[in-house]
């Protein structure tokens, strides 16, 4: 467990910045408006990105590619599970027009609107921490290429 406190503290961190986000988004109006989810992203990368680097760091000769792996993987899927917890309180307590507001904007054509916004905003998330994952783990991975 010791070696997983990391990632969950950058987890945390990392779904709290979403948050932030979508709040400042809200109050100017643009949370409707998906492409704006595209920074999500980058935010989610940043969390990944440094939670391999500090697992790198701490771990020295002992990191390895599945150390990092876990680290950054455990660090996206904390940080959208939390994520999309809050936006289903969100969508469904705060601001319970929100989701009838993106239907007008997409298509009212679904029976269940709802679970289908929650289970793509979970599903993006975890996608988009995979990917970010493996892209960022070419960059610490260790080479096996050695001059002879």
Do not use: C
Not at 124 to 139: K, P
């Amino acid at each position: 467990m010791k070696k997983m406190t990391l990632p969950i503290r950058f987890g945390i961190v990392t779904s709290a910045v979403l948050i932030a986000y979508f709040l400042i988004l809200s109050l100017i109006g643009k949370h409707t408006n998906v492409f704006y989810s595209l920074f999500n992203g980058v935010i989610t990368g940043f969390g990944i990105y440094e939670t391999i680097k500090y697992t790198k760091l701490r771990q020295g000769k002992g990191f390895n590619y599945g150390n990092g792996f876990t680290a950054g993987v455990t660090t996206g899927f904390i940080a959208t599970l939390l994520f999309t917890i809050f936006f289903a309180l969100y969508t469904t307590e705060l601001d319970s027009g929100f989701l009838d507001e993106l239907s007008t904007v997409w298509s009212k054509d679904y029976k269940n609107f709802e679970g289908i916004v929650f289970f793509t905003v979970a599903i993006m998330g975890f996608a988009t921490s995979l990917v970010l994952t493996l892209s960022f783990m070419q960059l610490f991975k260790t080479s096996n290429n050695s001059k002879k």
